[in-house]
T-cell receptor
Framework: SQELEQSPQSLIVQEGKNLTINCTSS?????LYWYKQKYGEGLIFLMM?????EEKSHEKITAKLDEKKQQSSLHITASQPSHAGIYLC??????????????FGQGTTLQVKP | NAGVTQTPKFQVLKTGQSMTLQCAQD?????MSWYRQDPGMGLRLIHY???????DQGEVPNGYNVSRSTTEDFPLRLLSAAPSQTSVYFC??????????????FGNGTRLTVT
């Protein structure tokens, strides 16, 4: 079965610093979702990547999909306290971007120190 | 649109008790699913449904039952609660499993403790 592994598991950065979170799949990725979760709340959809080499940005968050490495990265530029939370990557369980049976990585907890 | 609504937000059960976690969506979504979230293990799929009357098992279905009698509702039943079922439960839905542009929408979760 497919597995998603995120690194690092946790991250503490100073406000204003850049950071990167990685998501590596045990199988070829045909699409990948990034979500953010604040403590005690549900998951908020950030963006979806469908094609190898695709890159998307939303405000100061950029995500890329590298199919050859079966990996996606999430980069935050000039981090702010509002970026704090748990970031999770998700993919279709059979390597497709079909949302049926979406599986998730274990999450990366981000703290941003003012 | 309320989105995905889960009730209750918190619940404490004793071992052996039964209960139903409620999930409703008002977006006319075809696909609905239940996940549990445990520290260090991410989200694990319990059961899912691709439409009214159709359900299937996910990664960790044991101890849980589901039904989908309407498009809007997808309740999760614990027949005999065990301490191992202490977790945070999330319900999610999406417009279609066939569309590539159909992300999951999540509820705010139910925090369940079994003593």
């Amino acid at each position: 079965s497919q597995e998603l592994e995120q690194s690092p598991q946790s991250l503490i950065v100073q406000e204003g610093k850049n950071l990167t979170i990685n998501c590596t799949s045990s199988k070829t990725l045909y699409g990948l979702y990034w979500y953010k979760q604040k403590y005690g709340e549900g998951l908020i959809f950030l963006m979806m990547l469908q094609k190898g080499g695709e890159e998307k940005s939303h405000e100061k968050i950029t995500a890329k999909l590298d199919e050859k490495k079966q990996q996606s990265s999430l980069h935050i530029t000039a981090s702010q306290p509002s970026h704090a939370g748990i970031y999770l990557c998700g993919a279709g369980a059979y390597g497709s971007s079909n949302t049926g049976k979406l599986i998730f990585g274990q999450g990366t907890t981000l703290q941003v120190k003012p | 649109n309320a989105g995905v609504t889960q009730t209750p937000k918190f619940q404490v059960l004793k071992t052996g008790q039964s209960m139903t976690l409620q999930c409703a969506q008002d977006m006319n979504h075809e696909y609905m699913s239940w996940y549990r979230q445990d520290p260090g293990m991410g989200l694990r799929l319990i059961h899912y449904s691709v439409g009214a009357g159709i359900t299937d098992q996910g990664e960790v279905p044991n101890g849980y039952n589901v039904s989908r009698s309407t498009t809007e509702d997808f309740p999760l039943r614990l027949l005999s609660a065990a301490p191992s079922q202490t977790s945070v439960y999330f319900c999610a839905s999406s417009y279609s499993t066939r569309s590539r542009n159909s992300p999951l929408h999540f509820g705010n979760g139910t925090r369940l403790t079994v003593t």
